[in-house]
């Protein structure tokens, strides 16, 4: 006889939100005195994205090693000018937490 299925896991399916920094309103800002220092970086940022796509909370997980960038970074995506993806439990907008990075480089 063939064993038995495993069981089916029965919990929400949560599938993240979206931030796009391509998107229009997304993109922060170089700070003008970083980019008189050239500093660059990798910022790591936990948000929390509301049902509407707006975000209401973020979090600076790993600093790009610069206050300025870190700090651009968030306050763009606090602004409300950027239009996210939220997240969703069992197809439904639900408001979630999404990792993202931002990578500040100069051209």
Do not use: H
Request: proline share 8%; charged share 20%; glycine share 10%.
């Amino acid at each position: 006889t063939a064993p038995p299925e495993p069981a089916k896991a029965t919990g929400p399916v949560t599938v993240p939100g979206v931030i796009d920094f391509n998107v229009a309103g997304c993109k922060p800002e170089y700070p003008r005195a970083s980019l008189r220092n050239e500093e660059t970086g990798t910022v790591v940022l936990s948000v929390l994205i509301g049902a509407d796509g707006a975000v209401s909370d973020v979090k600076i997980d790993k600093s790009s090693g610069f206050r300025g960038l870190d700090n651009a970074v968030r306050a763009q995506l606090m602004s409300g000018s950027c239009k996210n993806k939220p997240g969703t439990v069992d197809g439904k907008p639900q408001q979630t937490w999404t990792k993202v990075q931002y990578v500040w480089k100069l051209d």
